[in-house]
């Protein structure tokens, strides 16, 4: 050890021994060089020390006892052996940045702004606590391995580079604070960001981010860009995030919503979401709820296991939905209207639609849905038109006022709204055994085929019932409330029970087919 000033380029070499320079006071280098040494210590008192060519077969550990500089000469390289240590402390800057650093496992303690670049995998010996920002940067798509608990990096920017790789490193980034970029991220291989129960924010529109896992269940946000081959956001296992928010760019980074997002993990347990995509899915075993505005331009598939879907914003717009699994009820909201992209089969779940003043247009082939409820307090929807593979019932009443129902029970199934409140306008209904109770008068749109018992009720003042199209084919009619009857069918007229039509008229039309009252 000793004290000096070295204002010119020192070149070192201890062959297969240690240099060992670590005096407090005094030793203050501008530009060291390493040519050989198993292990250094060096200790700079105080300025901007610029490292050339350093070769260890061992350890390195660089100081600063008042806060310098640390740099790297361009065209040279700090490389180390393999399982050793790299060790910089009390440097307020270090710029590492040439492509050929082999670093071995860092420790870094009191620094500020890290920038880090390696042709090697990047990892930890210890917590790293670099409060203003940290970049650090592979060269061929080697591991970044940031894993310790105690990390603190402030605003951290993380790049994959690919000079040729085939196959990408995992990117692990742990802290014990908020995970915040600086600069857009490039990461090719799975990543995961763990912040502990801190927050999860990388907004940056241009981030290329490989399969992510998101942990620690604190809030949540993601951007990022969709690239040849890879949507911008997906996942490679199961998230366990808090309130989230997720936008997919298009591959410029230009259009907000123009990328695709894809979470398939069965396990996922995301917060309460807002979201920005074309061809979304979102893959939950707990409930998939919102937050802020859903805007999806593609197909949108929720699938839950273990709770309800429910997007309850009025300004959602969504793509073709297509709901899977087994959510407890299903309930939509959309400002456009409600569209599907294959059939729903939820059972016996309840389903909700708010299609506000846009149509719902449920009628892909196999749909199988509990009770239905249609929401009309943030607007009254254009139009309904549903088909299920099952019995078409009703939670509460449906208030359509003036509006077309289109009802399609497949293979015979059964259609009942009974609800004496409901106010529909021109129906058109297909099925089996048909009831329809309206607080209003019955009227049809297209021609009926009902094949069972068919049950028509009006609860209103002097509301009649007018079933008028002549291809009607109707099962076997019960009429109740009805102040007047006008029925055509291009079939047979029968009963299934007795009308107490009292004074109201009746006019039937059978054509060339019989009317036979025989109740």
């Known amino acids: 050890n000793w004290n000096t000033v070295v204002s010119t380029p020192t070149n070192l070499n201890a062959g297969t021994a240690d240099i060992t320079l670590n005096t407090d006071y005094g030793n203050t280098w501008t530009r060291l060089a390493i040519a050989a040494a198993r292990n250094a210590t060096v200790r700079n008192t105080s300025g901007t020390l610029t490292l050339g060519d350093i070769a260890l077969s061992g350890n390195l550990n660089l100081s600063s006892y008042n806060n310098g500089t640390l740099?790297?000469?361009?065209?040279?390289?700090?490389?180390?052996?393999?399982?050793?240590?790299?060790?910089?402390?009390?440097?307020?800057?270090?710029?590492?940045?040439?492509?050929?650093?082999?670093?071995?496992?860092?420790?870094?303690?009191?620094?500020?702004?890290?920038?880090?670049?390696?042709?090697?995998?990047?990892?930890?010996?210890?917590?790293?606590?670099?409060?203003?920002?940290?970049?650090?940067?592979?060269?061929?798509?080697?591991?970044?391995?940031?894993?310790?608990?105690?990390?603190?990096?402030?605003?951290?920017?993380?790049?994959?580079?690919?000079?040729?790789?085939t196959t990408a490193g995992a990117v692990t980034i742990v802290e014990a604070d908020n995970i915040a970029q600086n600069q857009a991220w490039t990461t090719h291989g799975n990543t995961t960001l763990n912040a502990q129960g801190y927050v999860v924010t990388l907004g940056n529109a241009n981030n290329v981010l490989g399969a992510l896992q998101v942990l620690g269940g604190g809030t949540t946000t993601i951007s990022a860009k969709d690239t040849a081959g890879k949507d911008a956001i997906t996942d490679f296992a199961a998230w366990n995030a808090g309130q989230t928010t997720l936008n997919a760019y298009n591959s410029t980074g230009i259009v907000s919503g123009g990328g695709n997002i894809s979470l398939t993990q069965a396990g996922n347990v995301l917060g309460d979401i807002t979201l920005r995509g074309n061809t979304v899915t979102i893959t939950e075993n707990s409930s998939i709820t919102d937050n802020g505005q859903w805007v999806t331009t593609g197909t949108t598939t929720?699938?839950?296991?273990?709770?309800?879907?429910?997007?309850?914003?009025?300004?959602?717009?969504?793509?073709?939905?297509?709901?899977?699994?087994?959510?407890?009820?299903?309930?939509?909201?959309?400002?456009?209207?409600?569209?599907?992209?294959?059939?729903?089969?939820?059972?016996?779940?309840?389903?909700?639609?708010?299609?506000?003043?846009?149509?719902?247009?449920?009628?892909?082939?196999?749909?199988?849905?509990?009770?239905?409820?249609?929401?009309?307090?943030?607007?009254?929807?254009?139009?309904?038109?549903?088909t299920e593979d099952d019995a078409i019932t009703q939670g509460s009443a449906w208030s359509?006022?003036?509006?077309?129902?289109?009802?399609?029970?497949?293979?015979?199934?059964?259609?009942?709204?009974?609800?004496?409140?409901?106010?529909?306008?021109?129906?058109?209904?297909?099925?089996?055994?048909?009831?329809?109770?309206?607080?209003?008068?019955?009227?049809?749109?297209?021609?009926?085929?009902?094949?069972?018992?068919?049950?028509?009720?009006?609860?209103?003042?002097?509301?009649?019932?007018?079933?008028?199209?002549?291809?009607?084919?109707?099962?076997?009619?019960?009429?109740?409330?009805?102040?007047?009857?006008?029925?055509?069918?291009?079939?047979?007229?029968?009963?299934?029970?007795?009308?107490?039509?009292?004074?109201?008229?009746?006019?039937?039309?059978?054509?060339?087919?019989?009317?036979?009252?025989?109740?």
């Open 71 to 165: 740099n790297q000469a361009s065209n040279t390289s700090v490389t180390l052996g393999s399982n050793t240590t790299t060790s910089f402390g009390s440097f307020t800057n270090i710029a590492l940045n040439n492509a050929t650093n082999v670093l071995g496992n860092i420790a870094i303690s009191n620094g500020s702004t890290i920038s880090l670049r390696e042709n090697d995998a990047i990892t930890q010996s210890g917590a790293w606590y670099t409060p203003s920002s940290v970049s650090v940067t592979t060269t061929n798509d080697q591991a970044i391995n940031l894993n310790q608990s105690g990390n603190v990096f402030g605003g951290l920017t993380v790049t994959q580079e690919n000079t040729g790789a």
């Open 302 to 386: 929720l699938k839950a296991t273990n709770g309800p879907i429910a997007l309850d914003n009025l300004s959602n717009v969504l793509g073709n939905i297509a709901i899977e699994g087994t959510p407890s009820y299903v309930f939509i909201t959309e400002n456009d209207a409600i569209t599907q992209a294959a059939a729903w089969k939820v059972g016996t779940a309840p389903v909700t639609l708010n299609s506000r003043a846009f149509g719902i247009d449920l009628t892909a082939s196999g749909n199988v849905l509990g009770a239905i409820d249609i929401i009309t307090t943030s607007g009254v929807p254009a139009s309904v038109k549903i």
């Open 400 to 519: 359509l006022a003036g509006k077309s129902v289109d009802l399609l029970a497949e293979n015979n199934k059964a259609i009942t709204l009974n609800n004496v409140a409901n106010q529909m306008g021109n129906l058109t209904i297909t099925g089996g055994a048909v009831s329809i109770t309206e607080n209003d008068v019955i009227t049809q749109g297209n021609a009926w085929t009902t094949t069972g018992t068919t049950s028509l009720t009006t609860t209103a003042t002097n509301a009649g019932i007018t079933l008028t199209n002549s291809a009607n084919v109707l099962g076997n009619l019960a009429i109740a409330g009805a102040t007047s009857v006008a029925i055509t069918e291009n079939d047979d007229i029968t009963q299934a029970s007795a009308w107490p039509l009292g004074t109201a008229s009746a006019a039937l039309n059978a054509g060339t087919h019989d009317v036979a009252f025989t109740q």
